[in-house]
Structures are given as C-alpha cells and as structure tokens.
Nanobody, 130 residues
Framework: QVQLVESGGGSVQAGGSLRLSCTAS????????MGWFRQAPGKEREGVAC????????EYVASVKGRFTISRDNAKNTLYLQMNSLKPEDTATYYC???????????????????????WGQGTQVTVSA
C-alpha cells in the first residue's frame, strides 16, 4: 500500500521559513516524479514544485520561484520543500504527491488528475500571518 506522510507545517509570520517533509512507503519511488501541491480555502489546487526522479529537473509555480526549493533523498524515500520568505498568500494546505514510474514531471505537475498511478498525502497546514 502506497503511503505519503507530510510533516513540518505550522504557523509563521511573514518573512519566516518552514521546511516540509514527505516520507513515502509502499512503492519504488526512485523512478517516480514527486511534487508539492497546495490548496487554499475557496481556491483550486495548484502545483507548487515538482522534481524528477533523478533530481535533474525541477519545476516551480512562478509565485514561489526564488523562495521555495524542492529536493529529495531517494535513499530515504523522502521529499522536501524548503520555504523561505513566506507570504500570507502562501497560506494553504500543502500536499505531497508521487507519480509512479514517471521520471519527468510534465503533466503530473500541471494536471495530476490525468496521470495514472498518482498518490497523495493527507496534507499539512501552512499558515502565514502578516
């Protein structure tokens, strides 16, 4: 059974930092793309950052470029999101996701519902106050 478990969310003031982690189990993730998505109340889910299986390529939504960094440790089956210079508009529930046997992000980042063998974590709340 594939499981993704996020941790590291919390409440911070604007300008602060948080590091999210996602520990994966139940499958071989070394050949999978992994990503972070977020959903704020009343808004659609959006892709935040994505990383290919070999960490050679990363993608970010424009609003977080230069502030967030996605990384992974395949030996530990763990995905990270370092979030710096947080803004109130970053407030959302953040979800980790994995697309099995998909080495490149592509449509997994832009339309994850269309990608087979995509699995999701339960989410972790990030709240940024002004």
């Amino acid at each position: 059974q594939v499981q993704l478990v996020e941790s590291g969310g919390g409440s911070v003031q604007a300008g602060g930092s948080l590091r999210l982690s996602c520990t994966a189990s139940g499958a071989t993730f070394g050949t999978s793309s992994m990503g972070w998505f977020r959903q704020a109340p009343g808004k659609e889910r959006e892709g935040v950052a994505c990383i290919g299986s070999a960490s050679a390529r990363t993608e970010y939504v424009a609003s977080v470029k230069g502030r967030f960094t996605i990384s992974r440790d395949n030996a530990k089956n763990t995905l990270y999101l370092q979030m710096n210079s947080l803004k109130p508009e970053d407030t959302a529930t953040y979800y980790c996701a994995a697309a099995l046997r998909r080495p490149y992000c592509g449509s997994f980042f832009t339309a994850p519902a269309s990608v087979p063998e995509t699995y999701w974590g339960q989410g972790t709340q990030v709240t940024v106050s002004a």
